[in-house]
């Protein structure tokens, strides 16, 4: 019998916080790069000094650019105080042992983060390392009250022990599937998060960014993570809603949904590359009900439109890594997906023990070898499914047509012609869950994140974001 899914529709607590001006020159850095993707220009500050940052704040705040800060293990966002970040800030993480001890921003419920840049001077949190990699740090955590489906639960990657009395590092609302939806965990906006993600042990992991239980009161725009060990996004439950996202060569999961998240995600891109290696099942998207599947409420059901998700260029580099999806969901999970793109990965799209109802139209799915897995799922047929083993030039069996998709001149755009130009779109959308600050899908004309090569300022990761070129150190 077919499997039948229908896929239709200013003061700091002293005794707690380290903030010290630096006499000496880091020498595991320079001052500042000059170059629109290192570091934010000069033009962004006026004058430099070094300071180190760790500990608990738990009163307001505010970093500005002309310090170079430090961050020397956990600092944690604590009493409801709020952390702002001027634009053009760079936070530098030392990588310190054990990993339980990994340099981290931990932003505690009630608290908030306000980092605010903008593409000219973004907010670029990464490593100090001289030649840093991924997992150096274990990148920036928020955590709110919004529900998840669990009672209140700390959050994974950070051994309790070492949590300063008085800091509480769950998240949710309560009870399960209690909570503000609403909850406003700040703003990440033109932020870069650089060689982040730190397990502690096997599934135990902080990521580039990790949402526990975040509200969608709360701002993600426009951000990058580069480079991460395990996941570049995770979101354990929560309302969250977020635009513009992009995960350069993540070690595990490009995005991965988890405890009942309920967001809405569009514009989001993800990328890997032949020279990195990956963990034993990296996938674009991963999302789960739970770990054991069950059908606790809310269920885990990410609402996505016009996300593009890149594997590699050949299916034998992609096997050799080894990618799995570029899309899968299971234990339960629900889903709703549409004007999207998949490509590069052995499986496109996977679904395992996925909830219904469900919904899956007007994308493009690329597998080297699978395209649907199981076979017998019957899509809605707005969906574009292809099979073939390259993109490598000089194959010209390249149908989908993106601009660069596989080299470090990246541009992730549809040339004319492209199938994400002309096949159509959906402009119904599910709704999220919850939505503030006037966030809602925006109608497009073409699948995928991008808009075409020859529409002006198509490119939104224009000056703001980092790739690599294959330089052993960058």
Not at 66 to 78: C, F, P
Not at 203 to 225: H, K, P, R, S, Y
Not at 273 to 289: H, L
């Amino acid at each position: 019998m077919k499997k039948k899914i229908f896929f239709g529709f200013a003061a700091v607590a002293i005794a707690a916080v380290t903030i010290i001006a630096c006499k000496r020159n880091f020498d595991k850095f320079d001052a500042r790069g000059t170059t629109a993707g290192t570091l934010p220009p000069a033009a962004c500050c006026d004058s430099l000094g070094t300071a180190v940052l760790s500990g608990v704040i738990n009163s307001n705040r505010t970093l500005s650019c002309d310090t170079i800060y430090v961050l020397n293990g956990k600092l944690y966002i604590s009493n409801n105080a709020t952390l702002t970040i001027d634009p053009g800030t760079v936070i530098r993480a030392n990588r310190l042992t054990p990993a339980s001890n990994a340099s981290a921003i931990v932003v505690t419920r009630g608290s908030k983060i306000e980092a605010d840049g903008d593409v000219l001077c973004p907010i670029v949190f990464t490593s100090n390392e001289a030649c840093p990699q991924p997992g150096d740090w274990g990148g920036i955590v928020l955590l709110g009250r919004a529900p998840i489906n669990k009672a209140d639960t700390s959050i994974e990657g950070i051994n309790l022990p070492t949590v300063p009395a008085g800091v509480d590092v769950k998240y949710g609302g309560g009870t399960k599937g209690q909570g503000n939806c609403l909850d406003n965990s700040g703003i990440l906006r033109y932020v870069r998060i650089e060689y982040a993600g730190q397990a502690i042990a096997t599934d135990n992991e902080l990521n580039g960014l990790t949402c526990g239980g975040v509200g969608a009161g709360t701002t993600l725009d426009f951000i990058e993570v580069y480079k991460g060990n395990d996941d570049a996004f995770e979101f354990f439950g929560g309302t969250v809603n977020a635009k513009h996202l992009f995960a350069f060569e993540p070690d595990d999961d490009a995005f991965d949904f988890d405890f009942g998240f309920r967001g809405g995600i569009q514009f989001a891109v993800s990328v890997l590359t032949p020279q990195a290696t990956y963990s034993a099942n990296p996938n674009g998207i991963e999302s789960d009900n739970d770990g054991q599947g069950s059908a606790d409420t809310p269920v885990t059901r990410p609402t996505i439109s016009n996300m593009t998700v890149i594997g590699l260029c050949d299916s034998a580099t992609a096997a050799g890594k080894p990618l799995l999806n570029a899309a899968q969901f299971r234990r339960n999970s629900r889903f709703c997906v549409v004007n999207s793109i998949f490509m590069g990965f052995p499986t496109g799209l996977n679904i395992v023990g996925a909830g219904s109802p469900t919904t899956f139209t007007h994308n493009i799915v690329h597998a080297f070898t699978t395209p649907v897995n199981p076979a017998t799922t019957v899509l809605d047929p707005s969906n574009k499914l292809y099979k073939y083993g390259t993109f490598c030039p000089p194959s010209t069996k390249d149908t989908i047509k993106l601009a660069n998709a596989f080299s470090c001149t990246y541009d992730f755009r549809p040339l004319p012609g492209s199938p994400a130009l002309t096949l159509g779109t959906t402009n119904s959308f599910c709704a999220p869950i919850c939505t503030a600050n006037g966030w809602s899908f925006t109608s497009t004309n073409y699948r995928g994140a991008f808009a075409a090569t020859t529409v002006a300022n198509s490119d939104w990761l224009a000056g703001w974001t980092k790739t690599w070129c294959g330089a052993a150190c960058d």
